[in-house]
């Protein structure tokens, strides 16, 4: 097979992995809207599985809820974070791949990428994590 044949065949696979990346992600925001509970849905929930299984005190769970809560909050922006590391990490490995004319065509993917990941996770912060 000479150069130009394994350039596209190499550039096709690209797209193809691409427009995979983006239908997951797109059907990871849809399934993750109707179907995952929120943030308050999880943290109501988990309080109440405590105080039920360990008998706790009005007391306990006032001090308890924060750190539910902030658990909660953390456990997003690290998957958040992780999620957009990946993906740019993805993302510059493919752009390496492609030709000038493609770059620009690449670059629209990316942004559609990240409004996709805004939607899911509503933008993700990049704060420490929170100490006891």
């Not at 394994?6 to 691409?18: E, N, P, Q, S």
């Not at 309080?47 to 750190?67: A, E, F, V, W």
């Not at 990490?89 to 493919?94: D, G, Y």
Request: aromatic share 6%; net charge positive.
């Amino acid at each position: 097979m000479n150069k130009p044949g394994k350039l596209k065949i190499g550039l096709y696979l690209a797209a193809i992995f691409v427009a995979g990346l983006v239908t997951g992600v797109f059907v990871t925001v849809q399934v993750g809207r109707h179907m995952m509970p929120g943030e308050g849905d999880m943290a109501a929930h988990w309080c109440r599985d405590l105080q039920s299984k360990m008998n706790l005190t009005p007391g306990q769970m006032d001090n308890i809820r924060p750190i539910v809560n902030d658990a909660i909050s953390e456990f997003k922006n690290r998957v958040s974070n992780d999620m957009s590391l990946n993906l740019s990490n993805c993302n510059a490995r493919i752009a390496a791949e492609l030709t000038l004319e493609q770059k620009p065509k690449f670059e629209q993917i990316q942004k559609e990428q990240q409004g996709m990941i805004r939607a899911m996770f509503g933008g993700g912060t990049n704060g420490a994590p929170k100490k006891p």
